[in-house]
């Protein structure tokens, strides 16, 4: 399962989220079902980022989303934001 994350957070806040990222993207990334983690950034609006993450099932990334782990980085994480974030949860149907 995919998961895709969109974030907009103010630009001044931006700097804090990144901190935030790299202090606890290898614990999230060895969390039980995380297959692929990958942060990405809009071309064209820098205070847009994405996560890109691949999960081993959608009950792996509903006991991260249940977890200390997930309460600690998004409490830092909530007041960042100038939009409500945005999620989708997919399928992969083919790879080319």
Known sequence: MIRIV???FQ???VEEFLANFEQNKQLIRNFDGVQHLALLNDKNQPNIYFT???WES???L???RHSDLFQSVWSKT???FSAKPE???VD?????
């Open 62 to 64: 509903e006991a991260y």
């Open 87 to 89: 999620a989708w949860s």
């Open 58 to 60: 959608e009950a792996h």
């Open 78 to 80: 909530k007041p960042l």
């Open 52 to 54: 890109y993450s691949i």
């Open 92 to 96: 992969r149907i083919e790879n080319l």
């Open 11 to 13: 630009p001044d806040k």
């Open 6 to 8: 969109k974030m907009t």
